[in-house]
């Protein structure tokens, strides 16, 4: 059998842009105006708006955009979408890519950062630094709630504000730069915006927990043992209090709205008494 082709994957040339060809729409150009401007753009808000909330956002993260559509996608929640748009045209694949394309950058800036760094605190200071805490941190700080599309419902319910949301934005914002200016400029984004918090961790690298467990095992310890004690509260919003015990020591109190996080707490509050900075 003949093969009278090669398949290769499509490649976005970045010359061919919205300068590229040298037009621009108009709606006046047409007999129908706005309503093809409409019709053109799927039927969402009108292209100057747009235009003008994707100009400023580009002014807040210090990045301009070839093709703005990438911009718009990264900002678009699935809910604001309709019809055969579906999940390709949100936000949730821009999302996959900016999420490797940040661990990246933020392991490269770690790695010039703390040259005496071993592998374990580099990663400690790495998963600090990608988590969606921090990311929606990031997402605050360029205000991208108020950029966001959101269907009602959502809108409704909070999702401007959602960090789940405002993370997964974020690190898809990540990803259209990157697509659209390549690893140098979305290196440059994540500098701009993780450097300070690289150099300030809003946390301890190790969690109370791990402490008082490496604590313990220096000294011929045991594992510390944990016990749900009490359980408070709705049970939507239930209260935690947890003890943790080690041997010929007494046991230490914590509460949280988890049972994680009342263990972390019984953690901190063991190797306060004992002297110990769960750092």
């Given at each position: 059998m003949a093969v009278v082709g090669t398949l290769e994957p499509f490649v976005y040339d970045r010359k061919m842009s919205r300068k590229a060809s040298g037009k621009?729409?108009?709606?006046?150009?047409s007999p129908t105006g706005a309503r093809d401007a409409r019709k053109v753009n799927g039927g969402?808000?009108?292209?100057?708006?747009?235009?003008?909330i994707s100009g400023a956002?580009?002014?807040t993260i210090g990045y301009q955009f070839d093709d703005v559509s990438l911009l718009e996608r990264a900002l678009t929640h699935i809910s604001a979408l309709k019809g055969a748009q579906g999940r390709a045209g949100s936000y949730q694949r821009l999302e996959f890519l900016g999420d490797?394309?940040?661990?990246?950058?933020?392991?490269?800036m770690l790695f010039r950062a703390f040259p005496k760094a071993d592998e374990g605190e580099l990663s400690r200071r790495l998963?600090?630094?990608?988590?969606?805490?921090?990311?929606?941190?990031?997402?605050?700080?360029i205000d991208v709630g108020?950029?966001?599309?959101?269907?009602?419902?959502?809108a409704n319910a909070g999702g401007r504000a959602r960090v789940a949301i405002l993370a997964d934005v974020c690190e898809a914002i990540i990803g259209?730069?990157?697509?659209?200016?390549?690893?140098?400029?979305?290196?440059?984004?994540?500098?701009?915006?993780?450097?300070?918090?690289?150099?300030?961790?809003?946390?301890?690298?190790?969690?109370?927990?791990?402490?008082?467990?490496?604590?313990?095992?220096?000294?011929?310890?045991?594992?510390?043992?944990?016990?749900?004690?009490?359980?408070?509260?709705?049970?939507h919003d239930p209260e935690f209090r947890v003890a943790v015990t080690l041997p010929e020591r007494e046991p230490a109190g914590g509460k949280g709205r988890s049972k994680r996080a009342a263990e972390q707490a019984a953690a901190a509050a063991l190797l306060a008494r004992e002297g110990v900075k769960a750092t």
């Open positions: 621009t729409f108009s709606a006046s150009s969402r808000r009108p292209l100057k708006r747009r235009a003008r956002f580009e002014g490797h394309v940040l661990g990246l950058a933020v392991s490269d998963a600090d630094l990608v988590r969606r805490e921090t990311c929606a941190d990031v997402a605050r700080a108020a950029a966001l599309r959101l269907g009602a419902s959502e259209a730069v990157y697509v659209d200016g390549g690893y140098k400029a979305a290196a440059a984004f994540v500098e701009r915006f993780w450097s300070e918090r690289m150099r300030k961790p809003a946390r301890p690298l190790r969690d109370p927990k791990t402490v008082l467990q490496e604590w313990a095992q220096a000294r011929g310890l045991p594992t510390p043992v944990y016990k749900e004690v009490e359980r408070t509260g709705p049970h």
